[in-house]
């Protein structure tokens, strides 16, 4: 049987958006439990921090510049700077290094 | 603060997520048609499910000709994190808000936005996400579009310096509670070192990134809770 792509495209469609739409929707009152609260407080950070490491290392064209954009990041997030300014400097970061080694 | 300024702000916040998207975008759409999508159906998949390890993944099943329940499942298991973004969202969702925003936001619910939203102060309004999702969906579906009718527009110096992007931006988000907060900062630690070691380790590192991605985060922040559970008035921090 042949399936066809508009077919795949709207499956993956329903799943996506039932597994993002479902939880928020269904769990509208303030959870009590002090352990879930705190559960859910530490989630976000947790998240993040391994989606973004060791990921970052092979998101450029080399393990050093991922690096280099990586550091960039911490330290200039450390100091305080915006979300804007960090991503840019950081793809900055990247772009330099890179045209430095070839 | 109105709904007005709410949207603009989440629109402001959005920007770095667009660029982001529109390298990671970009290469998806040069694959998409690589795999035998036409340019159409790359722009419709973008538009419709807004999820970067989901759509990479489904084109070797698309292109193999593979089962629905197939692709349903493997959606399934790499999107499973949302879910629990979904569940941490649903704590900090405006309590005020009628239950279709709560529909219609959570189409843009992903990892970026929910970053996004989960660094604001005490409650999401539906209308920060709407703004969010106004520039990075954009972003999103113009990258896609530009990768699968045009792959060389952009040198791929620039789409490599731009996949840093969005991980940078993960870092301004995370790193500025993690300073003030001796507790984030261990975790934070702890949660890279675990990490690596589930990427390098054999027998763990053949896992997908959305089964290690949920496993670490359920694992640690489980392990955070019990050990440090938060106060009370640390919710709204």
Not at chain 1, 55 to 76: D, R, V
Not at chain 2, 193 to 213: F, H, N, Q
Request: aromatic share 10%; net charge positive; proline share 4%.
């Amino acid at each position: 049987m042949k399936h066809s792509v508009y077919g795949y495209i709207l499956i993956m469609a329903l799943v996506t958006y039932l597994i993002r739409m479902l939880p928020l929707t269904l769990i509208r009152k303030r959870i009590k439990s002090r352990f879930l609260q705190s559960f859910l407080y530490y989630v976000p950070y947790v998240t993040l921090t391994v989606m973004t490491f060791p990921a970052i290392l092979s998101a450029t064209g080399s393990p050093w510049s991922g690096a280099a954009g990586f550091l960039t990041a911490i330290a200039l997030s450390w100091r305080g700077k915006g979300l804007i300014f960090t991503s840019l400097v950081s793809c900055a970061a990247v772009f330099l290094l890179e045209a430095a080694i070839v | 603060m109105g709904r007005r300024k709410v949207f603009l702000k989440g629109s402001r916040d959005g920007i770095p997520v667009m660029l982001g998207y529109l390298a990671v975008s970009f290469s998806f759409g040069i694959l998409a048609v690589k795999a035998g999508l036409t340019e159409g159906q790359s722009i419709l998949m973008s538009a419709l499910n807004l999820t970067s390890a989901g759509q990479f993944a489904s084109l070797s099943i698309i292109a193999a000709s593979g089962g629905y329940v197939e692709l349903a499942l493997s959606q399934f298991i790499i999107n499973l994190r949302y879910a629990l973004m979904s569940f941490s969202l649903s704590q900090k969702f405006d309590g005020k808000a009628h239950w279709l925003h709560r529909c219609a936001a959570a189409f843009g619910n992903t990892d970026e936005i929910f970053a996004l939203a989960s660094a604001v102060k005490g409650e999401v309004s539906p209308w920060y996400i709407y703004g969010m999702m106004a520039v990075a969906v954009p972003g999103w579906v113009t990258g896609t579009a530009l990768g699968a009718i045009a792959g060389n527009v952009l040198p791929l110096r620039v789409l490599s310096a731009l996949g840093v992007a969005l991980y940078a931006m993960f870092c301004a988000i995370v790193v500025p509670p993690a300073k003030k907060n001796e507790t984030l900062l261990y975790l934070i630690l702890c949660a890279m070192a675990l990490s690596l070691i589930c990427t390098v380790l054999p027998g763990i590192r053949e896992m997908s990134d959305g089964t290690r991605v949920i496993l670490l985060t359920v694992g640690i922040s489980a392990a955070a809770a019990l050990l440090r559970p938060v106060k009370e008035e640390q919710d709204e921090a």
